[in-house]
């Protein structure tokens, strides 16, 4: 079993930013990537990113590429996601997630892990 814990969400207006982190513990010697999704009331869950153990490589969605950066902490096992240029849009709640291997890491049926979400509230 895996757990993962978030902090760092809450309230910013349009333009600021916020960092969120994820620190994972339990079996974290098999994990082979971490990521972020995040649900909007109302909607579905969503990819936000991800990155791979292995090589760091990284992973966005269209909609936050180039003002999301997703990095780790390898000895802390912990991931963050430093998040620029916030938008309205961009409120919801975020959930960490770990998996082993898998598919898309769009696909939220391909993790296997997930945090209980922290808060992000973009006002305008």
């Known amino acids: 079993q895996v757990q993962l814990v978030e902090s760092g969400g809450g309230l910013v207006q349009t333009g600021g930013s916020l960092r969120l982190s994820c620190a994972a513990s339990?079996?974290?010697?098999?994990?082979?990537?971490m990521g972020w999704f995040r649900q909007a009331p109302g909607k579905e869950r969503e990819f936000v990113a991800a990155?791979?153990?292995?090589?760091?490589?990284?992973f966005y969605a269209d909609s936050v590429k180039g003002r999301f950066t997703i990095s780790r902490d390898n000895a802390k096992n912990t991931v963050y996601v430093q998040m620029n240029s916030l938008k309205p849009e961009d409120t919801a709640v975020y959930y960490c997630?770990?998996?082993?291997?898998?598919?898309?890491?769009?696909?939220?049926?391909?993790?296997?892990?997930w945090g209980q979400g922290t808060q992000v509230t973009v006002s305008s």
């Open positions: 339990g079996r974290t010697f098999s994990l082979n990537a």
């Open positions: 997630a770990a998996r082993y291997y898998g598919g898309s890491y769009r696909q939220m049926s391909e993790w296997d892990y």
């Open positions: 990155i791979r153990w292995t090589d760091s490589s990284t």
